[in-house]
């Protein structure tokens, strides 16, 4: 089983500071997912990853693939209280059924 | 409108009965799954069906039933209800198996007591 670990776990922050979140695994994937779910519903997806160092941009949010595609990071700028929520990153292992491995998963808030 | 419906939002019910979860995309998707996500937020794939086909089957109980009676409906069924089995029940669906962004549902969180 291909486990992806997470860190922090929580974290609660106050509007305007920025943050980061690692996820990290001894297992290589072919792309990796990040996505955001609220309270009640399910998550959705805010970027992929494919290529390794690859960097991408989301407004304030920045992402980016290790070098060995085996770990990724979120960055936040400048959090806003919409930023709460669920992250979870997601590696996927193509063969097999193509299936996504989710991580454990960090929890924002992000107060005034 | 929903991309990724399911039915019912909530569902409580005693050990040991039957209960069944529908899931319904209308995004002309040829790929659904199921996800259980626990208390602690961990989300894991339980099944999956690619045009009507079982293509993932993790490490699941048979009392777990996935019925798809068409690419638009993935069905779950539980027999046997456990304590165990309360969680956060998802659906989703894509293009294509895995690689393709997936849409989930809204869940549907299923207690046992």
């Known amino acids: 089983t291909q486990l992806l670990e997470q860190s922090p776990q929580f974290l609660s922050i106050q509007e305007g500071e920025n943050l980061t979140v690692y996820c990290n695994s001894s297992s290589v994937f072919s792309s990796l997912q990040w996505y955001r779910q609220e309270p009640g519903e399910g998550p959705v997806l805010l970027v992929t990853v494919v290529t390794g160092g690859e960097v991408k941009k989301l407004k304030r949010l920045t992402f980016q693939f290790g070098d060995a595609r085996k770990d990724s990071s979120l960055h936040i700028t400048a959090a806003q209280t919409g930023d709460t929520g669920l992250y979870l990153c997601?590696?996927?292992?193509?063969?097999?059924?193509?299936?996504?491995?989710f991580g454990t998963g960090t929890q924002l808030k992000v107060e005034l | 409108d929903t991309a990724v419906s399911q039915t019912p939002k909530y569902l409580v019910t005693q050990m040991g009965n039957d209960k069944s979860i529908k899931c319904e995309q209308n995004?002309?998707?040829?790929?659904m799954y199921w996800y259980k996500q626990d208390s602690k937020k961990f989300l894991k794939i339980m099944f999956s069906?690619?045009?009507?086909?079982?293509?993932i089957n993790e490490t699941v109980p048979n009392r777990f039933s996935p019925k798809s009676p068409d690419k638009a409906h993935l069905n779950l069924h539980i027999n046997s209800l456990e304590l165990g089995d309360s969680a956060v029940y998802f659906c989703a669906s894509s293009q294509f198996p895995a690689t393709d962004t997936q849409y989930f549902g809204p869940g549907t969180r299923l207690t046992v007591l």
């Open positions: 995004l002309g998707h040829d790929t």
């Open positions: 069906y690619n045009n009507k086909e079982l293509i």
């Open positions: 997601a590696g996927l292992i193509t063969g097999g059924g193509n299936k996504l491995t």
